[in-house]
């Protein structure tokens, strides 16, 4: 059996990175977190670390020109690739868990027909709290984000699939919760095919 790519979507600050690393302790072995290449610059932090290396523009220029890469684009000026090894690993049976964009979604979908696709939610004002904390935003920043973020919403409502390849989760309570339904979507049985 084939496994599928699992593309995750959220705002920034919507809690993707530690969601993907709570769902990697969790799950069992049918399960990978696609790691993901990216201009941003600066180590990464401890949530991030496992799973985003961060090259230098020209390095990952090269790497794209090599094909190394079987996703990738460009979101507020930072270049973003997941490597060329998802697809050995969907082959040899594994799902692959994809930090993705939801502006790359329609190509991420036409690259890979079969994908499933998650939208990870919170309300705006757990959003503006945690873009908050981080600090890495301006006031201006925050609020285009926070805009940004509604029109997604918007957008996405409904969702572009049917239910069973499009999941919904709000991510403004519990992680673990939020894990969970995560890992029961992967795992339902209508993802495996031939």
Known sequence: MRGQIIYLMGPSGSGKDALLETVRRLSDGRLRVARRITTRGGAADAETREYEESVDPADFSARAKAGDFSLSWNAHGIEYGIPKEIDAWTRDGLHVLVNGSRAYFPEARRRYPDLRAVLLRVSAEVLRERLRARNRETPEEISSRLERNERF??????????????????????????????????????????
């Open 153 to 194: 919403q918007k957008e996405f409502a409904p969702p572009p699939l049917p239910s069973e390849e499009f999941l919904i989760l709000d991510n403004s309570g519990l992680l673990s919760h939020t894990a969970r339904q995560l890992l029961d979507f992967i795992h339902a049985p209508a993802l495996l095919c031939a």
